[in-house]
């Protein structure tokens, strides 16, 4: 195929891709380590490069031949032969464990800089043309977090948002949205952008040592949009789960039968609204995007009635047979809630509030809290992404990979939420990842532009592929093939050129 002259810059993507250490091997998919990989384009042609992140894990790691360093679904223990003192002293440290720096999930941009994030309080900085891997931060050291998301957002003024988890800091467990502004004049260059964080306030937890896990955050023009899931970490657990020779993993506990809290945080006065907004029990991996509008905010995610995403994907369950069996229990459905802010104080008890047209509902209860009930958007739907120059407006698409109950993507869909259509493109033995949109340069409509993805063949006698679809039509305008192994990835970001630097600078 052809692709459009103007698509120049570069796609990067991260994802786990080393699971066997000598003779040690991660329980988990999540667990592996991280491998970068991207697509450059340049004058209607693509280059692919493939790095191992070279994080103190992976050297660790490879260094000792075997697995040393914890991650979230497998425990590693010290060399059985230190002396019975060093062991006892590794056991006492473990209690808020050191994390890895083993950032296998998505890419973030801080000013000029990209760097690779996982979950916990550690960054890489990563050239985005050599993915060579550079320094490493530690949030911790400028924000009191013990955890962090890596979905950030990013506003008009260049900052990047992000929350992370305080566990049991001064006898009070939060969780913080923090700032990290953009790189400052050419004289204090030498200073990190990471001096000039600011928390920009911070949500208390309903219970001191079990916080809501969270993996993202919504954000409108005027709020910050927090879901308080009660799938959440058991401190106690946590703490001792090394002694117990357990994962971090098994100390998630979800419980089905608590609510879920909706927070809203106006951005101005860092303050958050007062009314309690809540609905049923679920579980939220990813923000589609959110807005407001007529004084409702209206926030879509995708959400399961249980926990059981992060349990298919134990190595063990990995067998070449996965698909055929593993089923999910509960299908991602995307839900879309409109939150009445501004509503008559005197409506009656049990009156809906939203004066919206949706299917959506808010329901004042007898103690003044609100129970929202969502509308169904689509179902069989995960790794949503959106044209971002419509991130916190009102907007009409969003591009996914389809899975309807297995775990794995087969397709590619785009959804028009406002008349429920969806455009698919898949094959037989194509396990797509996360589309990518990238407007084009004189865009006029939300949907000009292409969506990148890569596809990993389950045939092995098939190489895998870049994809280029039209994002308006879904046709495909080209794919460029890989004559090496791809792995599976998670998230990733496209960088166009004019945001790389160039390499004398």
């Known amino acids: ?66 697995i040393v360093v914890s991650e979230f679904g497998t425990m590693a223990y010290p060399d059985p032969c230190k002396n019975i003192f060093a062991k006892a002293f590794t056991y006492l440290s473990h209690t808020i464990p050191e994390f890895t720096d083993n950032c296998l999930i998505n890419i973030m941009k801080t000013g000029e800089d990209f760097y690779a994030t996982s979950e916990t309080n550690f960054i890489r900085k990563i050239n985005p043309q050599t993915l060579e891997t550079l320094e490493k931060v530690d949030y911790s050291k400028y924000v009191a977090v013990n955890v962090a998301t890596s979905h950030p957002h990013y506003d008009s003024a260049g900052n990047t948002l992000n929350m992370g988890t305080s566990i049991v800091d001064k006898g009070k467990t939060k969780y913080i ?121 209206i ?38 809630f409109v939150v009445p802010l501004q509503y008559d104080k005197d409506a009656e008890v049990g009156s809906n509030l939203v004066t919206l047209p949706s299917t959506a509902t808010a329901v004042k209860e007898k103690d003044g809290s609100i129970y929202c009930q969502p509308e169904i958007l689509c179902e069989g739907i995960e790794l949503p992404r959106i044209n971002y120059d419509y991130n916190s407006k009102k907007y009409k698409y969003f591009f996914a990979t389809g899975v309807q109950w297995s775990p794995v993507p087969t397709r590619i869909v785009k959804c028009n939420i406002e008349t429920k259509e969806m455009l698919h493109w898949g094959e037989d033995h194509c396990w797509p990842s996360e589309p990518i949109f990238v407007p084009s340069p004189d865009a006029r409509e939300e949907d000009d532009g292409v969506v990148l993805t890569c596809v990993v063949m389950s045939d092995p006698k098939r190489a895998p592929f870049l994809l280029v679809l039209d994002a308006k039509t879904f046709k495909e305008l080209g794919r460029a093939t890989i004559d090496v192994e791809m792995h599976l990835d998670l998230h990733g970001m496209f960088i166009p050129e004019k945001d790389l630097k160039t390499e004398t600078e």
Not at 222 to 249: C, H, S
Not at 320 to 327: G, L
Request: aromatic share 16%; charged share 25%; net charge positive.
């Open 1 to 66: 195929g052809q692709l459009p002259t103007w698509l120049q810059g570069t796609l990067l993507r991260n994802g786990p891709g080393m699971h066997t250490i000598g003779d040690t091997k991660y329980n988990h998919w999540f667990d592996g380590l991280a491998l970068l990989h991207s697509f450059t384009f340049k004058n209607g042609e693509v280059y692919y490069r493939s790095k191992y992140l070279r994080s103190d894990t992976y050297n660790c790691n490879i260094e000792a031949n075997r």
């Open 299 to 336: 926030f879509d995610i995708i959400a399961y009635t249980d926990n059981s995403l992060y349990d298919m994907f134990y190595l063990k369950n990995l067998t070449k047979d996965f698909e055929k069996n593993n089923k999910l229990t509960s299908i991602p459905t995307c839900k879309r």
């Open 177 to 297: 949205l923090f700032k990290i502004p953009p790189p400052v004049p050419e004289k204090e260059k030498k200073k990190s952008c990471f001096k000039h964080l600011e928390v920009v306030c911070s949500i208390p937890s309903r219970s001191l040592l079990h916080p809501s896990y969270y993996h993202s955050f919504g954000i409108t023009e005027n709020y910050i949009v927090f879901v308080e899931q009660p799938f959440k970490l058991d401190i106690v657990k946590m703490a001792t789960a090394y002694i117990r020779g357990v994962n971090w993993a098994s100390c998630l506990v979800y419980n089905k039968e608590d609510k879920t809290w909706f927070h809203f945080v106006d951005k101005k006065t860092k303050k958050e609204v007062s009314t309690k907004f809540y609905t049923d029990a679920m579980v939220l991996f990813h923000h589609i995007n959110a807005y407001e509008e007529d004084g409702h905010i």
